[in-house]
């Protein structure tokens, strides 16, 4: 079993900056790839960035966000520069088996409650 707890999201201005962490607990949690997805008004949830052997991102991410593991808070966390409107949405933590993440993933095995992000024009 693991746990997902995501913290971070809020509203910003295009240009902004805002920075996602995710909690990840459970026995058997560094077995799981981990990663950050998200679902844009009228789009189906996407898989932004992961993080597990190698580190992928969406080509509509690539060069503005970074997906990192924080070892002393025990998080995995999304910087987010350079926010685009086209960036809001609800953002959602996931862990996938197994360890390292492949390439193209089409089974999430846990979600995380989501966090809100909301990027004004």
């Known amino acids: 079993q693991v746990q997902l707890a995501e913290s971070g999201g809020g509203s910003v201005q295009a240009g902004g900056s805002l920075r996602l962490s995710c909690a990840a607990s459970g026995n058997t949690v560094s077995s799981y790839c981990l990663g950050w997805w998200r679902q844009t008004p009228g789009n189906e949830r996407e898989r932004v960035a992961t993080l597990g052997g190698t580190t992928a991102y969406s080509d509509s991410v690539k060069g503005r966000f970074t997906i990192s593991k924080d070892h002393a808070k025990k998080t995995l966390d999304l910087q987010m520069n350079n926010l685009k409107p086209e960036d809001t949405g609800m953002y959602y933590c996931?862990?996938?088996?197994?360890?390292?993440?492949?390439?193209?993933?089409?089974?999430?095995?846990?979600w995380g409650q989501g966090t809100r992000v909301t990027v004004s024009s």
């Open positions: 996931a862990a996938v088996k197994w360890w390292p993440c492949a390439s193209k993933i089409t089974t999430v095995d846990y």
